[in-house]
């Protein structure tokens, strides 16, 4: 049985200021590129049975960056959808909500329509990626390259916990977890890798 090697991108302008970037597809700063490149030696040599990133650049660059062959994008590996909070950060939704919290309350629809998302919704999407990574875990090692709001909520799930509680797990940028198991049950065996 392969490990889940996550991935979470390199860093953007906006997760370097503490902006929610679901929709903005920003581009990888100079340093978030090399946060990138300097995962290569740590995904280098293993042959992957999956390779499977976010739609969105900041991934898909971040995979090439780091020496990732044959991936392929899955619509579900997105973003948490913030909806009306996209670019912006949890100090300014605390003033006019100060008891918001994305882990309960999640992302209210945005006015020009942009969706926002439940920690409910998003643990569904996290769940439909962990059932197709299922099938490929027995021939080897699954590597996901996405965002860290929600790779925190797919490890929640890995480990049968409730989508909220990936509030446990802080992910930085350009850093590789691996979810493996011992005695048949799910386990964090590495976390915030860096080379």
Known sequence: MG???LV???ETEWSRSGQHTSFTDLPLTRHGEEQ???LAPLLAGRPFALVLTSPLGRAVRTAELAGLT???ADPDLHEWYYGAYEGITSDE???GRPDWDLWTDGGPAGPGGEPGESPEEVGARA???LSRVAGALPDGDVVLVAHGHFLRVLTAR???LPPAEGRLFRLETGTVCRLSTEHGRPVIAEWNTRA
């Open 36 to 38: 990138a490149k300097s």
């Open 8 to 10: 979470r991108h390199g």
């Open 3 to 5: 490990d889940l090697l």
């Open 93 to 95: 939704i605390h003033r």
């Open 158 to 160: 890995r480990l049968g």
């Open 70 to 72: 044959g991936a392929v």
């Open 127 to 129: 769940d439909r990626v």
